[in-house]
């Protein structure tokens, strides 16, 4: 469903809507202007999502999906950062769609990526109740069918490059759940140089061995992933990127020294090591935020000098909301909370051959709907004993169809969340149950339960009956 350009169309745009403005978004006369940083390019008024018309037909696509590691809603210029400058990102946000109310399929980055993976709500698996992963007792079965699963069984080349973090060898793997080639690094977060990880062991594999290399990591999967996009592919493919940048620990390209003490500390020991609490600022996290601009910059740079660019469908997103340095505003909680901030989302998408660039869309969607949408323009159909949660967004991407109002789940520890329209259910850590009109309210501010109980009730008795379906804690 189009519609017009909603309030939350431009949510964050009050503290730096000039940043916007620079990557093609239209500025609200209130906004304050950006912090110089050089010559802008001219303007050009983003414009309310239109499936291209005449409908236009290609081949099927390869699909390059890029995820950030807890990388904030407004942690992107195109987004609102006053502060941070990613021309690469707004490129690319140029040249697709722009989502303004995306979101993750969880608050962490486990169980996002098995909504991802698998297509369905983290709680229909046993490894997706781990918010996140952190031992050997769970992960990714590889009986389940997954995204890379499905398109390899309809043709696909398949490839997992960065961050697994969905369980461990022996029993856990990409290369058991469908993808033909794994390089990177199964756990939640490793040091940038040495590849520690939290438990002091060495996290760089290329398949289910270890790969001894000890420069910085972004710079080492960048490297891989432009190798992979320039290959002369004899199928389509699929190549998942998933950066660790910018979670912690705060170590930048360069930071050898910082490195080394948190190496010591770690080999001393200190399991709080690469938590980083110590560490890091807000100038650090925007180095290594536009750090991360360069090297997706690199990798779309490797795919057009292929001559892929116009059939590959390039996506790009958080896997949960930002960390104590991001920028979120003008949402309220952050990674592991089911507030705006914890679930909402940076998220683009560009397919030169199919979808018209400079534009924006308000549809709320979510991981599960991506992995749905995947799968259908691929020509790949889901297992039947394993219905997925979310809803294919490839009629209205593509031909203009409506998408129905449907309802977007989460369910935390201590927390749950459902999203219909405008309204959100919510209950925190507090045990009170919260409804908001997030057009009017998205920094989730006005408490409407008060006056809205049949709609509260009716909110709360959905989110019940979801839940009643799957695995408990």
Same mark, same amino acid.
């Given at each position: 469903?189009?519609?017009?350009?909603?309030?939350? /169309?431009? !949510?964050? *745009? +009050? =503290?730096?809507? %000039?940043?916007?403005?620079?990557?093609? #978004?239209?500025?609200?006369? $209130?906004?304050?202007?950006?912090? /110089?940083? !050089?010559? *802008? +390019? =001219?303007?050009? %008024?983003?414009?309310?999502?239109?499936? #291209?018309?005449?409908?236009? $037909?290609?081949?099927?696509?390869?699909?390059?999906?890029?995820?950030?590691?807890?990388?904030?809603?407004?942690?992107?210029?195109?987004?609102?950062?006053?502060?941070?400058?990613?021309?690469?990102?707004?490129?690319?946000?140029?040249?697709?769609?722009?989502?303004?109310?995306?979101?993750?399929?969880?608050?962490?980055?486990?169980?996002?990526?098995?909504?991802?993976?698998?297509?369905?709500?983290?709680?229909?698996?046993?490894?997706?109740?781990?918010?996140?992963?952190?031992?050997?007792?769970?992960?990714?079965?590889?009986?389940?069918?997954?995204?890379?699963?499905?398109?390899?069984?309809?043709?696909?080349?398949?490839?997992?490059?960065?961050?697994?973090?969905?369980?461990?060898?022996?029993?856990?793997?990409?290369?058991?759940?469908?993808?033909?080639?794994?390089?990177?690094?199964?756990?939640?977060?490793?040091?940038?140089?040495?590849?520690?990880?939290?438990?002091?062991?060495?996290?760089?594999?290329?398949?289910?061995?270890?790969?001894?290399?000890?420069?910085?990591?972004?710079?080492?999967?960048?490297?891989?992933?432009?190798?992979?996009?320039?290959?002369?592919?004899?199928?389509?493919?699929?190549?998942?990127?998933?950066?660790?940048?910018?979670?912690?620990?705060?170590?930048?390209?360069?930071?050898?020294?910082?490195?080394?003490?948190?190496?010591?500390?770690?080999?001393?020991?200190?399991?709080?090591?690469?938590?980083?609490?110590?560490?890091?600022?807000?100038?650090?996290?925007?180095?290594?935020?536009?750090?991360?601009?360069?090297?997706?910059?690199?990798?779309?740079?490797?795919?057009?000098?292929?001559?892929?660019?116009?059939?590959?469908?390039?996506?790009?997103?958080?896997?949960?909301?930002?960390?104590?340095?991001?920028?979120?505003?003008?949402?309220?909680?952050?990674?592991?909370?089911?507030?705006?901030?914890?679930?909402?989302?940076?998220?683009?998408?560009?397919?030169?051959?199919?979808?018209?660039?400079?534009?924006?869309?308000?549809?709320?969607?979510?991981?599960?709907?991506?992995?749905?949408?995947?799968?259908?323009?691929?020509?790949?159909?889901?297992?039947?004993?394993?219905?997925?949660?979310?809803?294919?967004?490839?009629?209205?991407?593509?031909?203009?169809?409506?998408?129905?109002?449907?309802?977007?789940?989460?369910?935390?520890?201590?927390?749950?969340?459902?999203?219909?329209?405008?309204?959100?259910?919510?209950?925190?850590?507090?045990?009170?149950?919260?409804?908001?009109?997030?057009?009017?309210?998205?920094?989730?501010?006005?408490?409407?339960?008060?006056?809205?109980?049949?709609?509260?009730?009716?909110?709360?008795?959905?989110?019940?009956?979801?839940?009643?379906?799957?695995?408990?804690?």
């Amino acid at each position: 469903m189009s519609s017009p350009l909603s309030r939350r /169309a431009f !949510g964050g *745009a +009050a =503290a730096g809507a %000039a940043a916007v403005a620079a990557v093609g #978004a239209a500025t609200p006369a $209130h906004a304050a202007p950006a912090p /110089a940083a !050089g010559p *802008a +390019a =001219a303007p050009t %008024a983003e414009r309310p999502f239109r499936a #291209a018309h005449p409908r236009r $037909h290609s081949r099927r696509p390869n699909i390059l999906f890029i995820l950030g590691d807890d990388l904030g809603w407004a942690d992107l210029s195109s987004y609102g950062a006053p502060h941070i400058r990613t021309p690469h990102l707004d490129r690319l946000a140029r040249d697709g769609v722009r989502f303004t109310d995306a979101y993750s399929g969880s608050a962490t980055c486990s169980p996002t990526r098995f909504s991802l993976y698998t297509g369905r709500y983290p709680g229909r698996t046993k490894g997706g109740l781990a918010e996140p992963i952190a031992d050997k007792s769970a992960g990714l079965e590889p009986t389940h069918p997954t995204l890379a699963s499905l398109l390899r069984d309809s043709g696909y080349a398949t490839a997992l490059i960065g961050k697994w973090h969905c369980g461990y060898l022996p029993d856990y793997s990409p290369t058991k759940s469908g993808w033909d080639e794994f390089f990177g690094n199964f756990g939640g977060a490793l040091e940038y140089y040495s590849k520690l990880g939290l438990g002091g062991e060495y996290d760089l594999y290329e398949g289910d061995a270890e790969y001894k290399d000890l420069r910085y990591y972004t710079r080492i999967l960048t490297e891989r992933a432009s190798e992979y996009v320039s290959r002369d592919h004899e199928k389509p493919w699929l190549l998942n990127l998933n950066f660790t940048t910018p979670h912690w620990p705060w170590i930048a390209d360069g930071d050898e020294e910082a490195s080394a003490e948190i190496v010591r500390r770690i080999k001393a020991g200190d399991r709080s090591a690469l938590w980083h609490q110590d560490g890091g600022s807000v100038e650090k996290y925007k180095e290594m935020v536009e750090d991360l601009d360069r090297s997706v910059g690199q990798v779309l740079k490797a795919l057009k000098r292929s001559g892929q660019e116009q059939d590959t469908l390039v996506f790009f997103a958080s896997d949960n909301g930002g960390e104590r340095f991001s920028y979120n505003w003008p949402l309220a909680g952050n990674k592991g909370s089911l507030q705006e901030g914890g679930i909402r989302v940076p998220s683009v998408l560009r397919w030169p051959a199919r979808i018209d660039g400079g534009q924006v869309s308000d549809l709320p969607v979510f991981t599960p709907d991506w992995t749905a949408t995947l799968l259908d323009v691929a020509g790949a159909r889901p297992h039947p004993a394993y219905p997925l949660d979310g809803t294919s967004l490839a009629g209205h991407l593509l031909r203009g169809e409506d998408v129905p109002e449907r309802d977007l789940f989460w369910r935390v520890r201590g927390e749950r969340a459902l999203r219909r329209g405008d309204w959100k259910y919510y209950r925190g850590k507090n045990g009170r149950d919260q409804l908001f009109h997030l057009s009017e309210d998205t920094r989730e501010q006005a408490d409407r339960a008060p006056f809205e109980q049949a709609r509260l009730a009716e909110l709360r008795a959905a989110w019940e009956r979801i839940d009643a379906g799957l695995l408990r804690y």
